[in-house]
């Protein structure tokens, strides 16, 4: 049972143009979202995070919107760059209880082309 | 720098063998966390430690056991690998309430079971 999903695998921009990233989830106790950058051969490393209080967080290029009603939430990338093309998962927890464990979604492998 | 440090990049066993990956991290924090990533699949948690000591089962602990016996160390152990076993392992650590920046991972172990 999939409780959080990332329907597309991969996803093409051109260099400069946005990249939208999308997440839905299923799990309605889901109250804290994440997305997390993946090179290969490496860790996954934090990008940014948005709490279910805020349907918005900027950071830099990257802009996360979380849309409650419909359990879905996007990450936004203006301008890309080439170093943007990695694997991104999106992830969602319960902040209430122990170690907040995340719940991951499948990925989608982002490719930047100049 | 803060480190999650996985003892091998690459580990070739053979079925049946009993295999051990260790993780290290130098936070001094409480949680810690084992996930094994598989293409289209996603990240998905094994077991994880709330504490010293203390281990919880994740989302498919089945073939797996772990031990935290020290705050900096825990160890993801494969009682008999069998070839579904072969992934990318990735250990991850937090420190309780600091929800924000999520988990850092280490680089990962990918494990080849032949």
């Known amino acids: 049972d999939q409780q959080v999903k990332q329907n597309s695998p991969s996803l093409s921009v051109q260099e400069g143009r946005i990249s939208i990233l999308n997440c839905d989830y299923t799990?309605?106790?889901?109250?804290?979202f994440l997305w997390y950058k993946k090179y290969p051969a490496e860790g996954p490393t934090f990008l940014i995070s948005?709490?279910?209080?805020?349907d918005k967080n900027e950071d830099g290029r990257f802009t996360v919107f979380l849309n409650k009603s419909a359990k879905h939430l996007s990450l936004h990338i203006v301008p890309s760059q080439p170093g943007d093309s990695a694997v991104y998962f999106c992830?969602?927890?319960?902040?209430?209880?122990?170690?907040?464990?995340?719940?991951f979604g499948t990925g989608t492998r982002l490719q930047v082309t100049l | 720098d803060v480190k999650v440090t996985q003892s091998s990049r690459y580990l070739v066993k053979r079925t049946g063998e009993k295999v051990f990956l260790e993780c290290v991290q130098d936070?001094?924090?409480?949680?810690m966390f084992w996930y094994r990533q598989d293409p289209g699949l996603g990240l998905r948690l094994i077991y994880f430690?709330?504490?010293?000591?203390?281990?919880e089962k994740g989302d498919i602990p089945e073939g797996y056991s772990v031990s935290r016996e020290k705050k900096e160390r825990f160890s993801l152990i494969l009682e008999s690998a069998s070839t579904n076993q072969t992934s990318m392992y990735l250990c991850?650590?937090?420190?309780?309430?600091?929800?924000?920046?999520?988990?850092?991972f280490g680089s990962g172990t990918r494990l080849t079971v032949v």
């Open positions: 991850a650590s937090r420190k309780p309430g600091q929800l924000y920046y999520g988990y850092t």
């Open positions: 799990n309605s106790m889901f109250d804290y």
């Open positions: 948005i709490s279910s209080i805020k």
């Open positions: 992830a969602a927890t319960m902040t209430a209880g122990t170690a907040s464990k995340l719940t």
């Open positions: 936070m001094d924090h409480e949680n």
């Open positions: 430690s709330y504490d010293v000591k203390m281990k």
